[in-house]
């Protein structure tokens, strides 16, 4: 590959009154990404300015751009971005949470690998005040894989992406509403519901600009080439990649069939809250399904420190999780039997406890889990879990350092204790059962500069 400066001056177009070309720059932090990459193909047609993609983009999402005097540009690539990803949350508990509950393997640097994703979900970014676009590398691949490598179309699909995603913060102020969300389940379904529609968007535009092409295969070869391009990821990052684009666009488009653009709208007034709305678009738009909140009273009252993480997994991870001990198939059906769960961590000493609770549609349902969870920590940890005597749901696995794994279920609900001491771990799990409250999690996060357009339910349709 070039210098540096040789490949900044390459990719550096900065627009002009009297050009009026494409702006497209290349984030200096990025420049590593493009080792061996192939040169830009050149396109038979003139490609439009930014002036002419913006008016298109604005046609097609019938939404107006506003002018923009904030001439800061996109922050540099750091920490703090990541920082940003995690809810403030350290990057090292929540390593450690992670891998007691078999997200990630042992071996996985977590701070480097969200590093990483968050530069690619930043693979295409238009910043207003600046008038330009800044595009990655990877995102031609994209574009091809989207326009199916016709001629012409992919050079315009990563600047439409930028360009849809910034109308959501201009009239939805998206990027604020998602900040500081605890649940990294809801933040994903957010993520999922602004990328399918930025990819919705992305569809129009080469349905109207170009030929007419099949969404469902341009759907799948976009996901395939993500994929690819996050190959290099730990399975539950490279998943969380593509999730919102691939299962995000499928769910945007409930809306965008039966309302045009102001039922997508619609859904920033009143957004999904769990992957699994994301996953089974019924659970939003026909009979809406409200995950149940979990708060475990008893069990923090254990401890003498307060947790240092406190979040829900949801649907799609534990899609991911049961999936790495077993077909996907199985893993699916297992997991769509989630109704909500809370993840948390204590300190102690030196050492960390983690609790998970999970809340599950029947008896049945939650022991298919409860099963295919032991197999998974029995896998990745390399512990045997012997029943509890007394306890036919009950399960424990003794630890070398003189701690326990715990394993339990009751009715419909299932808890793991990782961490605790082995002479407590008993009495603990059952101050956790004697005060644990459950109830249906709040959906009350307007979009408020959305609200004019119609929800989209049972009784509009």
């Keep these: 590959m070039d210098s540096t400066a040789a490949v900044t001056e390459k990719f550096r177009f900065l627009a002009s009154c009297a050009s009026g070309k494409l702006a497209i720059a290349i984030l200096s932090g990025l420049l590593a990404a493009c080792a061996g990459s192939e040169p830009p193909r ?11 993609l913006k008016q298109r983009v604005s046609e097609i ?33 929540i390593a450690r949470v992670y891998k007691r509950v078999g997200l990630l393997a042992e071996s996985v640097d977590f701070a480097k690998a969200m590093m990483e994703l968050t530069r690619l979900k930043r693979l295409a970014t238009y910043e207003a005040g600046r008038e330009r ?18 001629n012409g179309d992919s050079d315009q699909i990563a600047p439409v992406l ?3 995603r910034a109308l959501q913060d201009q009239h939805f102020r998206w990027s604020d509403r998602v900040k500081g969300l605890g649940s990294e389940d809801r933040k994903l379904a957010f993520h999922a519901l602004a990328d399918g529609d930025a990819l919705l968007v992305a569809l129009n535009y080469l349905t109207k600009y170009r030929e007419p092409l099949n969404w469902a295969q341009a759907t799948n070869r976009f996901a395939a080439e993500l994929e690819k391009i996050g190959g290099h990821l730990p399975e539950l990052l490279k998943q969380e990649l593509v999730f919102p684009y691939r299962e995000g666009s499928q769910f945007a488009q ?44 008893g069990l923090k009252r254990q401890f003498k420190e307060n947790a240092v993480l406190d979040e ?11 999936g790495s001990n077993q077909p996907r198939e199985e893993a699916r059906l297992i997991a769509a039997g989630w109704t909500g769960d809370h993840l948390s961590a204590y300190p102690d000493g030196d050492g960390l406890i983690t609790a998970w609770i999970s809340a599950w549609s029947g008896d049945k349902e939650a022991r298919d889990f409860q099963r295919a969870f032991r ?74 500069s959305a609200k004019k357009p119609a929800q989209l339910s049972l009784k509009s349709r």
């Excluded at 007034?269 to 149940?292: C, G, M, N, V, W």
């Excluded at 029943?387 to 326990?404: F, I, M, Y």
């Design 375 to 448: 197999a998974v920590l029995e896998r990745r940890h390399r512990v045997r879990f012997d029943e509890t005597p007394g306890q036919p749901d009950g399960w424990r696995a003794n630890l070398r350092t003189g701690r326990s794994m715990v394993l339990q279920a009751r009715g419909a609900v299932v808890l793991f204790l990782d961490g605790i001491a082995s002479a407590r771990a008993l009495e603990v799990s059952e101050e956790n059962w004697k005060n644990l409250e459950i109830a249906p999690e709040s959906a009350d996060l307007p979009f408020e």
């Design 254 to 297: 409930w809306a965008f069939l039966a309302k045009g653009w102001s039922g997508v709208n619609a859904l920033f007034a009143d957004p999904p809250i769990s992957s699994a709305q994301i996953l089974h678009p019924e659970k939003y738009y026909i009979r809406r399904f409200t995950p149940l909140r979990i708060t475990p009273f």
């Design 312 to 322: 829900t997994l949801g649907e799609f991870r534990i899609q991911i999780l049961l």
């Design 61 to 93: 999402r019938a939404l107006p751009f506003k002018q923009v005097t904030d001439q800061s540009g996109l922050p540099a690539l750091s920490s703090a971005a990541v920082a940003d990803d995690l809810s403030g949350q350290s990057s090292a508990q």
């Design 162 to 164: 930028a360009l849809a």
């Design 42 to 52: 050149l396109n038979s047609a003139p490609a439009p300015s930014l002036a002419e």
């Design 133 to 150: 676009l800044v595009i990655a590398p990877e995102a031609a691949k994209l574009g091809e894989a989207l326009a199916g490598g016709r």
